[in-house]
């Protein structure tokens, strides 16, 4: 079946950097964009960025633009996201999840169908 799993999560001081791992089961990886989600305390869920995997086109929400990376490596099925420079509002539960539709990207949340159980980012002094 078809499983979304994170890890890297932590607490890392402002300006600190983390890399968050995605692991996909279940599908073929090449098919579908991934993406990066996050939710803040009493905030909605918010697409951070997504990769579609076939051909490596990425975006990324203005708020973490020049500071995260989304990239993939098909040859260990794996998908990652490099955050640098990481500032306090960045801290959330970060989720990984697979695009509804193949080969195409979301800007919301309601694009992705299958989800992973989240990591938790915080960006504390």
């Known amino acids: 079946q078809v499983q979304l799993v994170e890890s890297g999560g932590g607490l890392v001081r402002p300006g600190g950097s983390l890399r968050l791992s995605c692991a996909p089961s279940?599908?073929?990886?090449?098919?579908?964009?991934i993406g990066w989600v996050r939710q803040a305390p009493g905030k909605e869920r918010e697409v951070v960025s997504c990769?579609?995997?076939?051909?490596?086109?990425?975006n990324y929400t203005d708020s973490v633009k020049g500071r995260f990376t989304i990239y993939r490596d098909i040859t260990k099925n794996m998908v990652y996201l490099q955050m640098n420079s990481l500032k306090p509002e960045d801290t959330a539960v970060y989720y990984c999840?697979?695009?509804?539709?193949?080969?195409?990207?979301?800007?919301?949340?309601?694009?992705?169908?299958?989800w992973g159980q989240g990591t938790q980012v915080t960006v504390s002094s």
């Open positions: 990769i579609v995997s076939s051909d490596g086109t990425t």
């Open positions: 279940g599908f073929t990886l090449n098919y579908y964009a």
């Open positions: 999840a697979r695009s509804g539709v193949p080969y195409r990207c979301s800007g919301s949340p309601v694009g992705y169908d299958y």
